[in-house]
């Protein structure tokens, strides 16, 4: 297992939400942005947004504002990705990065 891993990915119907988490393996995890991205089968990742180191900013992908909400907790050396209201369309691999470190990537499928 590598510094950051991510966890919270499964099924999901349509409507529904989840909550994905990226855990780093050290407290140098409060030290670094946390952003979070999706990849679908043969294509780039795609960055769906970021939040700095104190939280006090967060930044988000148009397609995803107001449904996906990006936190962390420094304490427990863990960032989250929210999802609300998924849809079909947000059946992707969801990677979490800080530092130039990738998680391993967590699937989440969204399907009745």
């Known amino acids: 297992q590598g510094w950051l891993a991510e966890s919270g990915g499964g099924l999901v119907q349509p409507g529904g939400s989840l909550r994905l988490s990226c855990t780093a393996s050290?407290?140098?995890?409060?030290?670094?942005?946390l952003r979070w991205f999706r990849q679908y089968p043969a294509q780039e990742r795609e960055w769906l947004g970021e939040i700095f180191q104190d939280s006090d900013q967060t930044y988000y992908r148009d397609s995803v504002k107001g449904r996906f909400i990006i936190s962390r907790d420094n304490a427990k050396n863990t960032g989250y990705l929210q999802m609300n209201d998924l849809s079909p369309g947000d059946t992707a691999v969801y990677y979490c990065?800080?530092?130039?470190?990738w998680g391993q990537g967590t699937q989440v499928t969204v399907s009745s």
């Open positions: 990065s800080m530092n130039n470190y």
């Open positions: 050290d407290a140098s995890f409060s030290q670094y942005v």
